[in-house]
C-alpha cells in the first residue's frame, strides 16, 4: 500500500513532467537540480516504478509515468482550486490600514484601484474605534484628522477639509438659508462636538444655543439619523457627497465652510516585508484626493 506521500514530490514531478528537464524544473520551483533529482528519486522510490527514462541529454515519462501525471495533475488542481476559494489567492503580503468608519466608506469607491495596480497585496482595513485592541496587532498605516497647521514629518498631507450640513429629503424642504438651521433637531457626532458651532459662527448665527438632543460615535450613525428625518448633521463635505452618490436619502442644505482641520496617512513602523507594500500604498492613496 502506498501511502504518506510527499506533496513536495508530487509538485516536482509535476514540474519535472512539465518542463522534461530537472534543470528547468529546478528554476521554476526555486530549488537546486540536485534537490529535483532527490525528489523524484525518492517518489520513486516509494512508488515502486521509475517514472522517468534519463537520457545524457533528455528525459522522458515512462507509460505508468505519464499515466500518474494525469492524477497528479488532477489532484494539484483541486488543492490549489479549494486554497484559493477558502483561504483566497496568494499574496505578497497584507497590510493593515486604520481609518474612521467614514473614511473607510469613502475609499471603499476607490479600493478596487489599488488591488488592480497592486495585486498581490492584500488590505485589511480596521476602524479607529478599535484602535486600543489593534494596538496587540501592529497597524501599518494609519488615515488620521489633525489641524492644517500640524508639523510631524511622518504625517503626509492628503487633503484640507470643509464641513456641511446634511438632512433627509423632507426636511431639507424647509431648509432655505443657514438661519432655518437654527430650529432643527441638531445630530452631534463625538469628536467633533464644535463643527455646529463652527458652521453657525461662520455664517453669522449665535453658537449658545446649540444644545445636543442626540449624539451618536460615527459620521457615519449621523448621516443614517439625518436620512432617517431624525434631525440635521453637520459632516464632512466629502462624505456627504460620497453618501449622495451611493444612494443615500440626504440633501447637503448650506455652503462649505472650512474647518481648519485635513487628512494626514501616516506609515508605521512595518515589519520589512510589509514597509514596500504600505509605501505603495501611501502613494497611492495621495492620488485619490
Same mark, same amino acid.
Given at each position: 500500500? %502506498? =501511502? @504518506? &506521500?510527499? &506533496?513536495? +514530490?508530487?509538485? *516536482?514531478?509535476? $514540474?519535472?513532467?512539465?518542463? &522534461?528537464?530537472? *534543470?528547468?524544473?529546478?528554476?521554476?520551483?526555486?530549488?537546486? =537540480?540536485? $534537490?529535483? !533529482? =532527490?525528489?523524484i528519486k525518492a517518489l520513486e522510490t516509494k512508488l515502486g516504478q521509475n517514472l522517468f527514462i534519463r537520457r545524457a541529454r533528455s528525459l522522458q515519462l515512462t507509460e505508468i509515468g505519464q499515466a500518474y501525471l494525469i492524477s497528479v495533475r488532477d489532484a494539484l488542481e483541486h488543492i490549489d482550486f479549494s486554497t484559493s476559494g477558502l483561504f483566497g489567492p496568494e499574496l505578497r503580503t497584507t497590510i493593515v490600514v486604520r481609518a474612521?468608519?467614514?473614511?473607510?466608506? +469613502?475609499l471603499s469607491a476607490r479600493v478596487s484601484d489599488f =488591488?488592480? %495596480?497592486?495585486? @498581490?497585496?492584500?488590505?485589511k482595513l480596521v476602524t479607529s474605534l478599535w484602535q @486600543?485592541?489593534? #494596538? %496587540?496587532?501592529?497597524?501599518?498605516?494609519?488615515?488620521v484628522l489633525a489641524a492644517q497647521n500640524q508639523s510631524d514629518h511622518r504625517m503626509v498631507k492628503l487633503s484640507e477639509e470643509r464641513i456641511v450640513p446634511v438632512c433627509g429629503a423632507r426636511t431639507s424642504a424647509n431648509i432655505l438659508t443657514p438661519v432655518d438651521l437654527m430650529q432643527c #433637531?441638531?445630530?452631534?457626532?463625538?469628536?467633533?462636538?464644535?463643527? +455646529?458651532a463652527r458652521y453657525l459662527s461662520a @455664517?453669522?448665527?449665535?453658537?449658545?444655543?446649540?444644545?445636543p438632543r442626540i449624539v451618536v460615535d460615527t459620521s457615519v450613525a449621523a448621516c443614517e439619523l439625518a436620512a432617517a428625518e431624525n434631525g440635521c448633521a453637520i459632516m464632512f463635505e466629502r462624505f456627504a457627497q460620497q453618501a449622495i452618490e451611493a444612494g443615500r436619502p440626504i440633501r447637503i442644505v448650506g455652503e462649505p465652510v472650512s474647518n481648519g482641520q485635513s487628512h494626514y496617512v501616516i506609515q508605521r513602523n512595518s515589519?520589512? !516585508? #510589509?514597509?514596500? $507594500? !504600505?509605501? #505603495?500604498?501611501?502613494? +497611492? &492613496? *495621495? *492620488?485619490?484626493?
Amino acid at each position: 500500500m %502506498k =501511502q @504518506n &506521500l510527499n &506533496l513536495n +514530490w508530487l509538485r *516536482t514531478f509535476d $514540474a519535472a513532467a512539465r518542463h &522534461l528537464s530537472f *534543470t528547468a524544473a529546478s528554476h521554476d520551483l526555486g530549488l537546486t =537540480q540536485t $534537490a529535483v !533529482s =532527490q525528489h523524484i528519486k525518492a517518489l520513486e522510490t516509494k512508488l515502486g516504478q521509475n517514472l522517468f527514462i534519463r537520457r545524457a541529454r533528455s528525459l522522458q515519462l515512462t507509460e505508468i509515468g505519464q499515466a500518474y501525471l494525469i492524477s497528479v495533475r488532477d489532484a494539484l488542481e483541486h488543492i490549489d482550486f479549494s486554497t484559493s476559494g477558502l483561504f483566497g489567492p496568494e499574496l505578497r503580503t497584507t497590510i493593515v490600514v486604520r481609518a474612521s468608519a467614514a473614511m473607510i466608506i +469613502w475609499l471603499s469607491a476607490r479600493v478596487s484601484d489599488f =488591488q488592480d %495596480k497592486y495585486p @498581490n497585496t492584500g488590505i485589511k482595513l480596521v476602524t479607529s474605534l478599535w484602535q @486600543n485592541e489593534m #494596538e %496587540k496587532h501592529p497597524v501599518d498605516v494609519e488615515i488620521v484628522l489633525a489641524a492644517q497647521n500640524q508639523s510631524d514629518h511622518r504625517m503626509v498631507k492628503l487633503s484640507e477639509e470643509r464641513i456641511v450640513p446634511v438632512c433627509g429629503a423632507r426636511t431639507s424642504a424647509n431648509i432655505l438659508t443657514p438661519v432655518d438651521l437654527m430650529q432643527c #433637531e441638531k445630530v452631534h457626532v463625538l469628536g467633533f462636538d464644535d463643527h +455646529w458651532a463652527r458652521y453657525l459662527s461662520a @455664517n453669522g448665527l449665535p453658537t449658545g444655543v446649540v444644545s445636543p438632543r442626540i449624539v451618536v460615535d460615527t459620521s457615519v450613525a449621523a448621516c443614517e439619523l439625518a436620512a432617517a428625518e431624525n434631525g440635521c448633521a453637520i459632516m464632512f463635505e466629502r462624505f456627504a457627497q460620497q453618501a449622495i452618490e451611493a444612494g443615500r436619502p440626504i440633501r447637503i442644505v448650506g455652503e462649505p465652510v472650512s474647518n481648519g482641520q485635513s487628512h494626514y496617512v501616516i506609515q508605521r513602523n512595518s515589519a520589512s !516585508s #510589509e514597509k514596500r $507594500a !504600505s509605501a #505603495e500604498f501611501c502613494e +497611492w &492613496l *495621495t *492620488t485619490c484626493f
